[in-house]
């Protein structure tokens, strides 16, 4: 919970995520939300870890699952100070993996807002693939902003394990 307090109360991770502040946000709110995530069952909620250094950089998280058409959304956010190091598209590798291998998804999808390209290209370094724009999805501080929907989908993982760049690679 300590590790991820300067991700929540970071104004910069709030836009690129879009979310308003509703002013509610402090430690006991937010732990007493962490908390309940054991009790929830449509979703996976996942700490991000920095192997070199065993902190705590972020969180992961395959939810909004539809066991009906074996989909689910995905969503990552790391601590300010951690982009570009690469833990972010490892995260999502291992994360959408673990939702094609072990838990028989489909399809995983996500939107990504217009103004945060860098999340976008991780997202392509994992294999999703643009399928369109959400146009004026978000209001932020009075400017509208497109989100694009992206996906990728299990016969391509199995194809190309999250590296669409490499040819004949099998995850595994």
């Known amino acids: 919970m300590p590790a991820l307090m300067p991700m929540l109360m ?3 991770t709030s836009r690129l995520t879009g979310s ?3 002013g509610a946000l402090d430690e006991g709110r937010i732990h007493a939300w ?3 995530r054991r009790q929830q069952d449509d ?4 700490a991000v870890v920095d192997l ?3 902190s705590v950089v972020g969180e992961a998280v395959l939810n909004g699952w539809d066991p009906g058409n074996e989909s689910c ?12 190091s690469g833990l972010g598209t490892e995260a999502t590798r291992l994360t959408v993996g673990y939702g094609f291998e072990k838990l028989g998804l489909h399809r995983i ?6 103004f945060n390209p ?4 991780a997202y392509e370094k994992a294999g999703f693939v643009a399928e369109g724009v959400l146009r004026d999805a978000l209001l932020w501080e009075g400017e509208r902003v497109d989100a694009t929907v992206m996906s990728i989908l299990a016969p391509e993982w199995f194809q190309h394990g999250g590296r669409p760049a490499a040819t004949g690679h099998t995850a595994g």
């Open 34 to 36: 962490y908390d309940s």
């Open 20 to 22: 308003h502040d509703d």
């Open 118 to 121: 860098r999340a976008r290209r």
């Open 73 to 84: 959304s995905f969503r990552i956010c790391l601590v300010p100070g951690t982009y570009g």
């Open 10 to 12: 970071d104004a910069e």
């Open 109 to 114: 999808s996500l939107e990504v807002y217009a």
């Open 43 to 46: 979703r996976l909620d996942l």
């Open 52 to 54: 070199a250094t065993g």
